[in-house]
């Protein structure tokens, strides 16, 4: 096991955690990213911690497994600088039927011992004394979110404690993967890397790499990409947790900022500027309209950031049909599973019978 080589393409969430845990099961671990680790997707998600309405059962059990994995690993990583298990409030539009869609959800999670509750306007208002106007709704008790980038630091932080190389930049940017007994990885700094494993973390850029299907999130209309907006400065004590309305998703960002998403920006990497502008501008409004103390906030950060979003919707991960020696993890949502898939991806490596629940996510199911 000790001898066993593994290159790790990419350091966002996914691939810092799986060289953390690899490299903790005692393996050589290479860690490559073109940019510095973090810069990628990762930082610019909702990082939202959640099973909240995912679809099959598997899938929800996989996204609960994972809030657990990130609550084990905060105990002992510094939880307290990354790690925000909040909970989360929903609240319903009052004069919408979607309350009964609430209702209908908060009984199906509990029913598969997710724990929710509904709740009514004063429960809102003393869990967050910041919203204007309190509304029925629900309490989603595990979920919460994560601060990516002091977590990602800090996985990077523990490979390298446990051996792992990190190349970043030129030297970490990978051009060509080579399948074979040994496979290869060619880097744009001329090295050529053999392995025995190696496991493509690359995110939304896998499909430059290795064959697998994900939604182009280049092309005009594309469904990938999402708006994040960042405004601050918040009076205190402003929001505790993460909170949804039906029009806007909200939740604390460090340096006295919220962030802020919403269903309806339709946006893409062609958006021009002054629309992104425009919708930045109706987020801070809506946020405004919602919590108290944001009277003196602007806009302070937007993006637009495409999703990694295999097209069937669920997770890929496992070992790539017809290229001996090359697995891959790509999937959405991401942030919740990271933890979670990094054991079992330690586990499928290491082991000869694959963990049953990576069953329904192996990338043979596209050949
Ligand atoms: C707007 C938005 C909101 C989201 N909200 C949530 C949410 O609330 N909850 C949730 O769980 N998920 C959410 N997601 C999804 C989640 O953020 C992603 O699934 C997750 O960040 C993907 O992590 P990753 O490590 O796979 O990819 P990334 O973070 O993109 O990392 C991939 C890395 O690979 C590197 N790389 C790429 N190509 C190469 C190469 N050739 N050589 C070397 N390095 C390379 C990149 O530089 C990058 O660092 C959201 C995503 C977006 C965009």
Redesign the pocket.
Known sequence: MSSRRCVV?????????VAARLASAGMQVTL???????????????????SNDKAPRHYHDL?HA?IRAWAELAGDLDGDAWYRPSGHVELADPGDPGTGELAARVSRLTEWGYPARIIDPAEAARLEPALRVPAPGAFFLREG?LL?EPL?ARLVARAQSHGAEVRTGEP????RLEPGSVPRVR??AGTVLEADDVIC??????P??AAVPLVPWRIPGST?????VRIGPVTPPGLSRLVHTPDL?LRPHPGGLLHL?APDTVVDLHTQEAELDRWAEELLRRAQRTVRGLDAARVVDR?V????MPTDGQSIVGRLPGTPGVYV??????????ARLSQLIAEDLTTSTPPACLAPYTPARFT
């Open positions: 393409i990419g350091a966002g969430i996914l691939g810092a955690s490559l990213d073109r940019d510095r680790p973090g810069r990628g997707t990762s930082r610019w998600s909702f990082a939202w911690l959640n996204n994972g979110y990516t990602i970490g940017r990978v051009t880097t744009a973390c690359a995110g939304r850029w896998t430059e790499l990938a990409p999402g708006l994040a998703a998403e993006k950031c495409p999703r990694p993890a790509v999937t959405h949502s991401g942030v919740t599973l990271a």
